[in-house]
């Protein structure tokens, strides 16, 4: 994908301001200039933040558990965050959503912290900013560099994004990834960031279900469908597709072996697609290890998260989880052999 | 620069799903038309970068704008759209429908 080449605001486009800064009145000129200074230093900032995410980082006061629930009140985006609502230790809201939010990103504070012993994203106690009602009938969540971001749905297709454990979880890991591996977001690098948020956002839900691999439903999104479709959820760990030939959403995309690998450029070349390889990989490991994904599978891919680099791609993945399982559970150990052997039969 | 038409193509977004429409140029209001032809006109003068911003799971939009000339893609996330083709994708996502990606 292009660079994108106006600020956040976009109100004037760069031809425009071009032509504005040669203008022959010197007011005009001299705004123009500023504007155009001013996009720079936001596309900038943009750009540090994506490459160096310690800096985004708000750190809580204390460095431990450290929440923040903003409200946009059904603003777009270039509001964020909106009104503070909750606060860490606050009273509950007497809104779903705020509570949802606010409940779900300390679960998967509590889940880091207790199985990875990881302090929050960063590692560090950064501060967990959600913003909640962003957009109207905003059908999608996202993490911006700094915070999660939800919609409330259209009330068709989805619901409200904060319903599910899994959907904060996998935009909360966005941010670990960012202070980690810090993955690029295209291609193979970029469908290992969406696989990582997939699995630990699903770890983060069955930690908290006490379940095991055999009992986990192994889906992304079930919370969030919305009445008029027939899809159960957005995406599934196990085989076969998610969704096939729904009315509003077609059919689930993601491959669940190499050869279906999607070459295209959708989807800064199908991060969310092509996730599902190494998603189908890591299904087929945990239940071939039986009890709980995050005491094996879990540190397993944790580590892995931790030593892979920006361009890591599928290759390396697979190397360093196999290395990983070897290192944590003895080589020759029946953990390396269930990496080794779900790999193989997802084309590796 | 006559638009022959444009393709639009919605994917990302926490579902990563791919939604593609198309439009011909009567579809089109003069303001979205000029609108098209000055972002493609800056877009075929300005050397292609990806600068990353650190978000993750955004939508993003592309519009392919075939000419007589040839093709000219535009490409934003959704915090990125110019104001002045805001209405024309917002009218071209309800349009869109879902598509093998």
Redesign the interface.
């Known amino acids: 994908?292009?660079?994108?080449?106006?600020p956040?605001h976009?109100?004037?486009?760069?031809?425009i301001l071009d032509r504005l800064a040669e203008s022959s009145i010197p007011k005009v000129r001299r705004l123009a200039i500023q504007a155009i200074a001013r996009s720079a230093a936001l596309?900038a900032t943009?750009?540090t933040?994506?490459?160096s995410?310690a800096l985004?980082a708000v750190p809580s006061p204390e460095a431990k558990k450290d929440r923040l629930v903003y409200d946009m009140k059904q603003k777009g985006?270039?509001f964020l965050p909106g009104k503070l609502v909750r606060r860490e230790g606050g009273p509950r809201s007497k809104d779903p959503a705020v509570n949802e939010a606010y409940d779900h990103a300390g679960v998967t504070y509590d889940f880091y912290k207790k199985v990875f012993a990881r302090n929050s994203l960063d590692d560090r106690g950064m501060t967990l900013v959600s913003s909640v009602h962003v957009g109207r009938d905003y059908?999608?969540?996202?993490?911006?560099?700094?915070q999660m971001a939800y919609g409330d749905g259209d009330g068709v297709v989805f619901v409200r994004?904060t319903r599910s454990l899994d959907?904060v979880g996998?935009?909360l890991t966005?941010g670990v990834v960012?202070h980690s591996s810090n993955l690029?977001?295209?291609n193979e690098s970029g469908a290992l960031?969406?696989h990582f948020?997939d699995v630990f956002g699903s770890l983060a839900k069955q930690w908290k279900k006490k379940q095991t691999s055999a009992r986990a439903d192994w889906l992304i999104?079930p919370d969030i469908m919305g009445p008029e479709t027939q899809a159960k959820s957005?995406r599934t760990f196990k085989a076969g597709p998610a969704f096939e030939d729904?009315p509003?959403?077609?059919?689930d995309?993601q491959p669940k072996h190499l050869k279906n690998k999607?070459n295209?450029t959708?989807?800064?070349g199908?991060?969310?697609?092509n996730?599902g390889i190494p998603n189908h990989a890591f299904y087929l490991v945990a239940s071939a290890l039986g009890g709980s994904a995050w005491v094996k599978a879990g540190p397993i891919w944790y580590r892995t998260l931790l030593a892979l680099n920006q361009t890591s791609d599928f290759a390396q993945m697979v190397e360093m989880t196999t290395q990983n399982a070897a290192t944590l559970f003895g080589s020759g150990g029946s953990e390396e052999k269930a990496v080794a052997k779900a790999w193989k039969d997802v084309g590796f | 620069m006559g638009i022959r038409g444009i393709r639009f193509r919605q994917s990302g977004g926490f579902g990563g799903l791919v939604r593609c429409c198309e439009a011909a140029p009567e579809d089109l209001g003069d303001a979205e038309r000029c609108a098209l032809e000055r972002h493609a006109q800056a877009e075929r003068a300005r050397a292609a970068t990806a600068a990353d911003s650190g978000a993750r799971d955004l939508l993003v939009y592309e519009i392919e704008i075939e000419t007589d000339s040839g093709a000219t893609r535009l490409a934003f996330d959704e915090t990125c759209v110019p104001e002045d083709l805001a209405a024309l994708i917002a009218r071209l996502q309800q349009r869109a429908r879902p598509v093998p990606p």
């Not at chain 1, 994908?1 to 106006?6: G, L």
């Not at chain 1, 509003?248 to 059919?251: A, D, F, M």
């Open positions: 994908m292009n660079a994108c080449h106006n956040i976009c109100i004037l486009p760069p031809y596309r943009r750009t933040l994506g490459r995410p985004a985006s270039t059908n999608n969540a996202f993490w911006n560099g700094e994004f959907v996998h935009e966005h960012s690029d977001y295209r960031n969406e948020a999104g957005l729904d509003i959403l077609g059919t995309p999607y295209g959708a989807d800064s199908g991060v969310h697609i996730s």
